[in-house]
């Protein structure tokens, strides 16, 4: 597609609950990373993947937080057991196979998860 | 570890007046810098980046000189419009891959 494509746009979720956060990137790009925005905060690292791989994950605050890309397009973050801190804005972005990391990368709209 | 320190906002200026956001970070290495644009409701967008010492960036009328004697990265903007109101993110870009973030700064432009 045209850019990173994030759906829903809007997510309600009571605590508790799971939910499943879908990013779509740029057709042909490599690499994916999902970042977490808090209101009023900028974007913190979650998890980075090249293709189908997850390279790193080490922003993952808690083993309910879990993200695939199966088959090294399509990704899914999934929080398990919603809790009120989990609440921010989810943000996508992804890179071409030429583009280094001082390219910049190409943001979603992203996807705002409110726990209720 | 990389850390982003963003001057704190907001700002609120009229149009035509003359902007400085002024970011400063702590990196191992030499990092790509890069400033960020979120307009509401919308994603980010790169505005400018710098990838060594002394090169400066430039999009749209905004500039940034990476500073390495100062770890600096600071935002201007001759004139400002309106239009530039938005949220503005000064980042870094180390040895991995991700990028590191300041707090943003909203900017607010009043006509």
């Known amino acids: 597609g045209a850019g990173v494509s994030q759906s829903p746009r809007y997510k309600v979720a009571k605590r508790g609950q799971d939910v499943a956060l879908r990013c779509d990137p740029i057709?042909?790009?490599?690499?994916l990373f999902w970042y977490q925005q808090a209101l009023g905060q900028g974007p913190e690292f979650l998890t980075y993947?090249?293709?189908?791989?997850?390279?790193?994950k080490s922003g993952l605050p808690s083993d309910r937080f879990f993200a695939e890309r199966p088959e090294g397009s399509v990704s899914t973050l999934k929080i398990q057991r919603t809790q009120q801190e989990d609440s921010a804005v989810y943000l996508c972005?992804?890179?071409?196979?030429?583009?280094?990391?001082?390219?910049?990368?190409?943001f979603g709209s992203g996807t705002r998860l409110t726990v209720v | 570890g990389n850390s982003v320190t963003q001057m704190e906002g907001p700002v609120t200026l009229s149009e035509e007046a003359f902007l400085t956001i002024n970011c400063t970070y702590t990196?191992?290495?030499?990092?790509?810098l890069f400033w960020y644009v979120q307009y509401p409701g919308e994603g980010l967008q790169l505005l400018l980046k710098a990838t060594k010492a002394d090169d400066k960036g430039s999009n749209k009328g905004f500039e940034a000189t990476y500073r390495k004697e100062t770890t600096s990265f600071h935002l201007e903007k001759g004139s400002v419009q309106v239009s530039d109101s938005a949220v503005y993110f000064c980042?870094?870009?180390?040895?991995?891959?991700?990028?590191?973030f300041g707090s943003g700064t909203q900017l607010t432009v009043l006509p």
């Open positions: 972005a992804s890179s071409s196979p030429g583009q280094r990391a001082n390219y910049g990368y190409t």
């Open positions: 990196a191992t290495g030499y990092p790509s």
């Open positions: 980042a870094l870009s180390g040895s991995a891959r991700q990028l590191t």
């Open positions: 993947f090249q293709n189908e791989a997850q390279l790193d």
């Open positions: 057709s042909g790009h490599v690499s």
